[in-house]
């Protein structure tokens, strides 16, 4: 998780998950550690052995001081101040997947607006080693504290990147060579009747109101997950997370 504050280049990284996630992957960015006195918790302990790996400035403060810091946040008895991590934008994904050995897979969410939704997204994501999650800057939800509390470690180990025209971005995914694969209900191919293995973009609507009449337009190939039962459609994080781990299917019996 994550909080604001009015220090330029200062963020307030909290909860067990993310804490352990920035130790282990870029302890460079934390500047201090805070911790609530007298809290014992075997999640702590081991968070606590990475502190002293790295020996990171740690201070043993009250729980309310914790609360202040996390702005009544479930800090979990750990709150880290850091150094803001620089944004991740287009120019940046498109000189990555250059780059890229394996083949590329990128999940493109056209306007999810509920930060559980955003926050269980990328947890799929990278749990089936997403390159990138990808969102509009209007009209959705960005990175905040329940984002990253929900992701559970993912948000710190996803870049996600926000563009100012998705059009476009998904344009310009096309001429590196990314297929875009977008899910509508109204599509006639099925899920798992085609082919996932290639350079792709799975691109997902937002809740209710699906994908955009341009998005769709768009996308290469339209699919829908088959529904048996009495519900019409699936909550955006989980058909993110079907379609996701039938890529992965795919490509690990297509070796």
Not at 1 to 18: A, D, R, T, V
Not at 188 to 197: E, K, S
Request: a neutral charge.
């Amino acid at each position: 998780m994550s909080g604001k504050h009015p220090q330029k280049n200062i963020e307030y990284l909290f909860g067990l998950h993310s804490s352990l996630s920035v130790l282990q992957k870029n302890p460079l960015r934390i500047l201090e550690v805070y911790l609530q006195q007298g809290r014992s918790d075997p999640k702590l302990d081991k968070i606590l052995a990475e502190i002293q790996h790295n020996g990171l400035p740690t201070q043993w403060v009250a729980r309310k001081t914790l609360d202040k810091l996390a702005e009544q946040g479930n800090h979990q008895g750990i709150v880290l101040r850091c150094k803001a991590e620089a944004e991740k934008d287009e120019f940046w994904l498109l000189e990555q997947l250059e780059q890229q050995e394996q083949v590329p897979l990128l999940l493109v969410l056209d306007g999810v607006q509920d930060p559980h939704n955003l926050g269980a997204c990328l947890r799929s994501a990278d749990a089936a080693g997403v390159n990138a999650v990808i969102i509009p800057k209007d009209r959705a939800v960005g990175m905040n504290a329940t984002v990253r509390k929900v992701a559970s470690g993912g948000a710190e180990n996803v870049p996600l990147i926000t563009v100012t025209n998705l059009a476009r971005t998904l344009r310009n995914l096309q001429e590196q060579g990314i297929w875009l694969v977008g899910l509508a209900g109204e599509a006639q191919a099925t899920l798992y009747a085609t082919d996932l293995t290639g350079p792709m973009a799975l691109v997902m609507g937002a809740e209710e109101k699906g994908l955009r009449r341009l998005t769709r337009d768009t996308c290469d190939q339209l699919v829908k997950i088959p529904m048996l039962g009495q519900v019409e459609s699936l909550n955006v994080s989980a058909a993110s997370s079907v379609c996701l781990f039938e890529v992965l299917r795919q490509r690990q019996f297509s070796k």
